[in-house]
């Protein structure tokens, strides 16, 4: 089993940053691969960006290639994203999610998700 607590949401101006967290506690994340969604309202559950713990090697969404970074603090065993030159369009609910498959872009292969945390970007 594997536990997974977001925090960081909030509202920014357009062209702002904000870093989600994500803590993760069990017996076995550490093999998992660790995934970013998001959803908007009335929209399906996008992927945004994953990390696989060891190794440390990330992947993107389109939609987000060069604004966002994924990382990972094995000491704290916290997985982050940092948003940068956020838009209107990224305002969503967030979610961390945990998967024992490596690439891993569908939601549906993630077994472990978290509570999601909200981001609003202001025009």
């Known amino acids: 089993q594997v536990q997974l607590v977001e925090s960081g949401g909030g509202l920014v101006q357009a062209g702002g940053s904000l870093r989600l967290s994500c803590a993760a506690s069990?017996?076995?994340?550490?093999?998992?691969?660790m995934g970013w969604f998001r959803q908007a309202p009335g929209k399906e559950r996008e992927f945004v960006g994953a990390?696989?713990?060891?190794?440390?090697?990330?992947y993107y969404g389109d939609s987000v290639k060069g604004r966002f970074t994924i990382s990972r603090d094995n000491a704290k065993s916290t997985v982050y994203l940092q948003m940068n030159s956020l838009k209107p369009e990224d305002t969503a609910v967030y979610y961390c999610?945990?998967?024992?498959?490596?690439?891993?872009?569908?939601?549906?292969?993630?077994?472990?998700w978290g509570q999601g945390t909200q981001v609003t970007v202001s025009s």
């Open positions: 069990g017996r076995t994340f550490s093999t998992y691969t």
């Open positions: 999610a945990a998967s024992p498959s490596y690439p891993a872009t569908r939601a549906t292969i993630y077994n472990f």
């Open positions: 990390v696989k713990w060891i190794g440390g090697a990330t």
